[in-house]
């Protein structure tokens, strides 16, 4: 089946430097991809999507960045604060959607 | 904005207990979805709804039923709790198929 994952299970980050997370999907049919933050205890929270036909899009602080060659998105966020922490997961609309596995962010201040 | 209520935040029940999981969104969206997550596994996806009083199997459907009598409501069912289904159950709504999905808060339960 398709799958979706994200390279590194846990980031740790500085307070004030810029985070990447990445994450590769399998399905190069797929044109829509998404972005959620889940913060502990909490729901998934939407952050920016992306459609296939764009190779990036940006938001208040976050980018994100659409290779379809090498079927592989990243989220960027500016200025990584406190409150960015969280787990981090990517989806891949394919039927419905497909979720990776996520990447915690740790922000040390 | 939209919002996705679920009536439990914590759930504490019994094996062999009925278990009522509700979902309330107020979007008018068309589409439901239910999911667990569990540490290592992510977010499995139990049943969805494209209509009222319709419903379809996701990829873990054993030990679960649904039921979607109003197009803003989306109840799971645990007939029978067993001990394994204990987690955190996520309801989720989108407007059409491929669209983003929004997610309540979760309910953590608990099944001793």
């Known amino acids: 089946g398709e799958s979706v994952g994200l390279h590194l299970p846990t980031l740790s980050v500085q307070e004030g430097d810029n985070s990447i997370i990445n994450c590769a999907y399998s399905?190069?049919?797929?044109?829509?991809f998404i972005w959620y933050k889940q913060e502990s205890g909490k729901g998934p929270q939407f952050i920016i999507d992306?459609?296939?036909?764009?190779d990036k899009r940006q938001g208040q602080r976050v980018t994100v960045l659409l290779n379809k060659t090498v079927k592989h998105l990243s989220l960027q966020i500016a200025a990584t604060q406190p409150g960015d922490s969280a787990v981090y997961f990517c989806a891949e609309a394919w039927g419905g959607l497909i979720f990776g596995q996520g990447t915690t962010l740790q922000v040390k201040p | 904005d939209v919002k996705v209520t679920q009536s439990s935040r914590y759930l504490v029940k019994r094996t062999g207990e009925k278990v009522f999981l509700e979902c309330v969104q107020d979007?008018?969206?068309?589409?439901m979805f239910w999911y667990r997550q569990d540490p290592g596994l992510g977010l499995r996806l139990i049943y969805f709804s494209y209509d009222v009083k319709m419903k379809e199997k996701g990829d873990i459907p054993e030990g679960y039923s649904v039921s979607r009598e109003k197009k803003e409501r989306f109840s799971l069912i645990l007939e029978s709790a067993s001990t394994n289904q204990t987690s955190m159950y996520l309801c989720a709504s989108s407007l059409h198929g491929k669209e983003t999905q929004y997610f309540g808060p979760g309910t953590r339960l608990l099944v001793l």
């Open positions: 979007m008018d969206h068309e589409n």
């Open positions: 399905n190069s049919a797929s044109d829509y």
């Open positions: 992306i459609r296939s036909n764009m």
